[in-house]
């Protein structure tokens, strides 16, 4: 392909920037990018042609949910999460994040004490019960990734009131801090469509979906946190085990947060 600079050149009466869309999603769906996706510069040299030509071949197949790309950041397959999650096993979304070479970094909302009587009752206590809040942005390489809400005890957790969550992990300051390490609880993961307000909030394109995920955390025997969060299923996957001994370690869909501790979908909760 020849120089364009207008992207209004055609070859054989198509424009050029359909020729680069055909292409491109040929080997989208032949699994070529699976490892990264190349950036305008480097596709604008494949093609030799503009970048104006690739950014409208680009616009088609993010149209077409093909790719996806928060505002400046790089093109990526859509399906490609990138964070992976096991069910069944301690796990930490901090340390995922970190583990797939990207920065982990969190934008705090609000973090302070209040009540909350339906938060208060689902940790089993009296609804005026002081709770600790804490409400984040998660951050993959400066990317949102999630959006984190969080209610502990204010009995056991007050001195995070003090902590900074801009780079570490809640887990870490509650242990640190506060004495108290979490060694399990139960989990449930749906997927869900985004409102349009939580899609600005996590730059979400139109057509990803969401997963929810709802927490409850334990130490020795008692639930000491509550935690919701929406992440995004573009960049987000979980991954279950099973064998023929073990079986299939998930509940079914009707399981509720009130199962005792010896329930099979029994995790370590995401600091």
């Not at 301690?90 to 705090?108: K, N």
């Not at 209610?151 to 902590?163: K, N």
């Amino acid at each position: 392909m020849g120089e364009d600079p207008t992207a209004s050149a055609s070859r054989g009466g198509t424009p050029l920037w359909r020729h680069v869309r055909d292409d491109l999603r040929g080997r989208l769906a032949q699994g070529e990018f699976v490892d990264s996706f190349p950036g305008e510069n480097e596709l604008a040299a494949r093609y030799g042609v503009s970048r104006h030509t690739i950014r409208a071949a680009l616009r088609e197949l993010r149209e077409e949910g093909l790719v996806t790309a928060a505002r400046g950041r790089r093109q990526r397959p859509v399906g490609e999460a990138g964070i992976e999650q096991p069910l069944g096993a301690l796990y930490s979304l901090f340390a995922s994040v970190e583990a797939a070479g990207l920065e982990q970094r969190s934008i705090v909302r609000t973090l302070d004490v209040r009540a909350d009587a339906h938060v208060a009752v689902r940790l089993g206590m009296e609804e005026s019960t002081p709770l600790l809040y804490l409400e984040r942005i998660r951050l993959a390489d400066g990317e949102p990734l999630a959006h984190d809400k969080v209610w502990l005890l204010a009995a056991d957790a007050r001195a995070l009131l003090d902590a900074d969550f801009g780079h570490t992990g809640l887990y870490d300051e509650l242990a640190e801090r506060c004495g108290i390490r979490l060694v399990g609880g139960e989990e449930r993961i749906h997927a869900v469509v985004p409102t349009p307000a939580e899609r600005r909030l996590l730059d979400l394109p139109e057509g990803v979906a969401a997963f929810s995920i709802q927490r409850l955390g334990r130490t020795h025997g008692r639930t000491v946190e509550w935690r919701t969060t929406l992440i995004r299923a573009d960049r987000f996957s979980v991954l279950a085990q099973f064998d023929a001994r073990a079986g299939y370690r998930l509940d079914p869909v009707g399981s509720r947060f009130t199962r005792p501790a010896r329930s099979a979908r029994r995790l370590d909760a995401v600091r």
